[in-house]
């Protein structure tokens, strides 16, 4: 289950997801991604990276995909990007012609 925003990109809140097993919720704000722990309500990651509109995360590992909200140029709404946390490294940058509208991941291949 997932939530964005629309509208402006003031600070603040702009997506909100669920894990698969709802043990963690993936928050993109206006000032990048935070990861809390629904049972320890303790953070698990967070990043600065700037305006994120979608986070999603694979179940309670480190793996991650976001996309941009367009406020910076590194941060275009055309780019998904699936990064692993522990490393900090992005394991794949995927630019489309139009804007992702959502994401969702699996374990599946």
């Known amino acids: 289950m997932s939530l964005s925003c629309s509208g402006s990109h003031k600070p603040g809140l702009l997506h909100i997801a669920f894990n698969q097993d709802s043990t963690c919720i993936a928050i993109g704000t206006s000032e990048g991604i935070r990861i809390y722990h629904i049972e320890t309500h303790q953070i698990c990651y967070k990043d600065d ?61």
């Open 49 to 109: 990276i700037g305006a994120v509109g979608i986070v999603e995360m694979l179940f309670c590992t480190s793996l991650l995909a976001y996309v941009g909200a367009g406020d910076q140029p590194s941060l275009t709404p055309r780019k998904l990007t699936v990064l692993n946390t522990s490393s900090g490294t992005a394991i794949r940058d995927l630019t489309f012609s139009s804007s992702v509208l959502a994401v969702r991941l699996s374990r599946q291949r």
